[in-house]
C-alpha cells in the first residue's frame, strides 16, 4: 500500500486543472505542465484537490500509484514556488559567467565550454555559485548534473564543479603515508 499515494495533491485556487483522458494539464498564467498517466492510475479532481486510486492489485499499478501523485505534486510546487538548484566552482582560474541564454565555463580545459539554456531554465552567476531556476524540477536536476559533469570535484583539492549541499570526502595526498 502506497503512503505516498494516498496522500492527495492540493493546488491553489490560481492553478487550473483540465483533464483529457488519461492526461492532467495544470496550467498557471502562462505556463502549462501536463502529466500522462498513460492508464496506469486512476485519479479524479474534486474543486482543488486531486486523489489518485490504482487501476487493479498488479504490482505495476501499485509502483505508479505513487509515482504520478509525486509528479503533480511537483508540477504543483513548481508552478507555485519553483525550483531552485546552487552550483559552486572551486579552483584557481575555474570562472563562470551568463551571456544571454547561454552559461559560459572556463574550467581548466583548453577551451571554454558553452552550455545552452533551454527554455524553462533561467542562470544567475555571483562570484563562485551558479544559482539554477525553473518550473521543472527534472529539466533543473538534468541541467544541474550536465554542468558538473563537465568538472566534478576531484578528491585531493577539491577542485571542480559541486552542489552547494554536497560534502566532498577528502583523501589525503602522498605524504600521508609515512
Known amino acids: 500500500m502506497s503512503r505516498i499515494g494516498k496522500l492527495p495533491v ?17 496550467t498557471k498564467g502562462k505556463l502549462t505542465m501536463d502529466l500522462d ?17 490504482t487501476k487493479s492489485d498488479s504490482k505495476e499499478h501499485r509502483a505508479f ?12 510546487v513548481g508552478l507555485t ?3 531552485t538548484k546552487q552550483l559552486e566552482i572551486n579552483g584557481v582560474g575555474y570562472r563562470a559567467a551568463v551571456k544571454g541564454k547561454v552559461l559560459n565555463l572556463q574550467l581548466g580545459h583548453s577551451h571554454d565550454i558553452n552550455f545552452d539554456l533551454v527554455d524553462g531554465l533561467e542562470a544567475s552567476v555571483e562570484k563562485n555559485v551558479i544559482t ?7 529539466l533543473l536536476g538534468s541541467a544541474a548534473a550536465k554542468i558538473r559533469s ?14 552547494m549541499e554536497e560534502h566532498i570526502v577528502r583523501k589525503a595526498g602522498k605524504t600521508a603515508k609515512k
Open 65 to 76: 500509484w505513487g509515482t504520478y501523485r509525486a509528479l503533480s505534486q511537483n508540477i504543483v
Open 150 to 163: 563537465f568538472r566534478p570535484p576531484e578528491p585531493y583539492k577539491g577542485k571542480g564543479v559541486k552542489y
Open 37 to 53: 498517466t498513460k492508464g496506469n492510475v486512476d485519479f479524479t479532481v474534486d474543486g482543488n484537490i486531486i486523489t489518485f486510486a
Open 132 to 138: 539554477l531556476k525553473s518550473h521543472d524540477k527534472q
Open 81 to 83: 514556488t519553483g525550483y
Open 10 to 26: 492540493d493546488f491553489g485556487s490560481d492553478i487550473k486543472v483540465a483533464t483529457n483522458g488519461d492526461v492532467i494539464t495544470f
